[in-house]
């Protein structure tokens, strides 16, 4: 064992008592502990084996289901040496070789990192060198905060003081997410939570609900059916979570076939379609300028529910 991995092992243990509680012993609450404890477990796997070499072939005999969950851990024990022996960028690295087809979930593990040392996420993702998806970090920083400090920001919904600008948008993304969790993705539950929050944070929130319900799942199709309905006018927002759920795993050739109802019901697509519609989304992006490219990406799937170009299912059957 690594004289780190023995050192940074302990502050990311994640007990039973550190959930949320849920009801006991239902399908969704095996699904969601199931999810944080391959995160927790594979962080941990990472500490000690950080070696690329060593640790692909570990993340790799996860089931596939579960193998982004397996990456995002390991996203979360690489930042976390990043930050303990600073003169190596093995996150960066990582993403650079060969965990660049889980990008996404790495970021996100990194973000979590960043949150369980009480450091601040904003200069580690502008050096990674990723204009486009290291927002991503921001977006795991979010999830950590809400799932272990819920009643700081959810309860009190308090964002912290040191992000600015576009990164308190992505810390939202993040928390939507950490409400799916922390509602043991019971509907009513998450129409309440983000109902006491500011408007104007409620389409980020919603934008993260839909990755996790589209990511993550845990639920039947009459759930996400509710969840259409509940979700009011932010449709838009919660399909952008969706279809980039969706792209996320066919990148890598991961479906799921709680990503393919979710697609249908709260996008009017196959996860295929909603996969293709996010990468075409992709192409040409302008430079960060206003707004940062990653927002742009959003924001064009987003007008494509909205306008009508993609109609759901819902309304092609709807006199």
């Known amino acids: ?44 796997t990472t500490l000690f084996h950080s070696r690329f070499a060593s640790l692909v072939p570990r993340m790799n005999a996860y089931p ?16 976390a040496l990043d930050m303990w022996l600073p003169w190596r960028r093995r996150t960066r690295d990582f993403v650079a070789g060969p965990g660049s087809p889980w990008v996404y979930a790495v ?16 200069r580690f993702r502008a ?31 308090v964002v912290p003081s040191h992000l600015s600008g576009y990164a308190r948008r992505a810390f939202d993304h993040g928390l939507g997410r950490s409400i799916w969790f922390t509602t043991g993705a019971d509907v009513p539950g998450v129409v309440a939570t983000i109902g006491t929050f500011p408007e104007h944070r409620h389409p980020d929130l919603w934008s993260g609900v839909g990755l996790a319900c589209g990511y993550t799942g ?36 991961n479906p799921a076939l709680h990503n393919d109802i979710a697609c249908e019901v709260l996008c009017g697509l196959t996860s295929k379609g909603a996969a293709e519609l996010a990468d075409t989304a992709l192409q040409n992006l302008p430079p960060d300028g206003a707004e940062p490219a990653y927002e742009v990406w959003r924001q064009r799937i987003r007008a494509r529910f909205e306008t009508g170009t993609v109609r759901s299912r819902h309304q092609e059957t709807t006199p």
């Open 127 to 157: 050096g990674l060198g990723d204009p486009l998806f290291s927002w991503v970090v921001l977006d795991g920083y979010g999830f950590h905060e809400g799932f272990f400090a819920h009643r700081r920001t959810v309860g009190e919904r």
């Open 218 to 253: 845990g639920v039947d199709r009459p759930t996400i059916e509710s969840l259409r309905v509940a979700v009011g006018p932010h449709l838009g927002e919660l399909a952008v979570g969706v279809a980039v759920a969706a792209t996320m795993r066919h990148r890598v050739d």
């Open 1 to 44: 064992m690594s004289i780190a991995g023995r050192l940074l092992k302990p502050l990311f243990e994640v007990s039973p008592t550190d959930l949320p509680a849920l009801e006991a012993d239902t399908e969704t609450t095996r699904r969601l502990h199931q999810v944080v404890f391959t995160v927790t477990e594979c962080c941990q």
């Open 107 to 122: 970021y996100l593990g990194a973000g979590m990192a960043f949150a369980r040392m009480h450091r601040d996420p904003e």
């Open 64 to 79: 596939e289901e579960l193998r982004g969950f397996a990456y995002e851990g390991a996203g979360v024990g690489l930042a």
